[in-house]
């Protein structure tokens, strides 16, 4: 079946430091998402992206956070400066645009900021 | 916007029972409403969904019940087997693409 891809599974990083944590949506997908997860808790929502644009973010996509996907490549979340409390699994997923469609999730990247 | 709750945190149930996990959202105008399984160390899989214009919904082992005016939504798992043992997901979100909103999710454990 369909699949997103997210590069690296596994990033170590000093605090400060800037890291930027990738995604190869499905193909033709038209919406993006990035979510956190702490300790295989619960999938908190960070932000929602279509058409270029940030659509719908909340509380937890802080500033330092941010989002794009230059020219149809890797849908990238950015983090600058990170923070301890980034260290989290952080999923990527992606829906074609039609309604009430599946959401399609990647296998996350784990982000440990020592 | 939307907050989902998922009562059962953890649910224990012998292999060959049957386990019912259970969800309540806040948003009238939600009207998908799937599920995902998390299995350990993994990214989620979507299992089974169901719209908001039917209350009932069988997949194999899997039934969704939908009640909209409690805005009430269930997993049951039939005739468990140890490989069902996951972490379960129930999300709902509006018709336009916002992004599901996620409960906190039930470690189901089945015994054999």
């Known amino acids: 079946g369909p699949k997103v891809l997210q590069i690296p599974s596994h990033q170590i990083i000093d605090m400060g430091q800037m890291v930027t944590l990738n995604c190869d949506p499905v193909?033709?997908?038209?919406?993006f998402y990035w979510y956190k997860q702490i300790l295989g808790q619960q999938m908190e929502f960070l932000v929602n992206?279509?058409?270029?644009?940030?659509?719908?973010k909340s509380k937890l996509f802080k500033d330092q956070f941010s989002v794009e996907r230059p020219d149809g490549s890797y849908f990238t979340l950015k983090i600058q400066p990170t923070a301890l409390e980034d260290s989290a699994v952080y999923f990527c997923?992606?829906?074609?645009?039609?309604?009430?469609?599946?959401?399609?999730f990647g296998k996350g990247t784990r982000l440990t900021v020592v | 916007g939307e907050k989902v709750e998922q009562h059962e945190s953890t649910l224990s149930v012998r292999e060959g029972d049957s386990a019912v996990i259970n969800c309540t959202y806040t948003?009238?105008?939600?009207?998908?409403f799937p599920w995902y399984k998390q299995e350990a160390g993994k990214g989620l899989h979507f299992v089974i969904d169901?719209?908001?214009?039917?209350d009932r919904k069988q997949s194999q082992r899997l039934i969704v019940l939908l009640d909209k005016k409690a805005k009430r939504f269930s997993l049951h798992i039939t005739a468990t087997q140890p490989e069902d043992s996951a972490i379960y997901f129930c999300?709902?979100?509006?018709?336009?693409?916002?992004?599901?909103?996620f409960g906190a999710g039930t470690k189901l454990t089945v015994k054999p």
């Open positions: 997923a992606s829906s074609p645009g039609t309604s009430n469609t599946e959401v399609f």
């Open positions: 193909s033709n997908h038209l919406y």
């Open positions: 992206f279509y058409n270029g644009k940030v659509m719908e």
């Open positions: 948003d009238t105008a939600s009207s998908y």
């Open positions: 169901i719209r908001s214009n039917v």
């Open positions: 999300a709902a979100l509006r018709n336009n693409n916002n992004a599901p909103r």
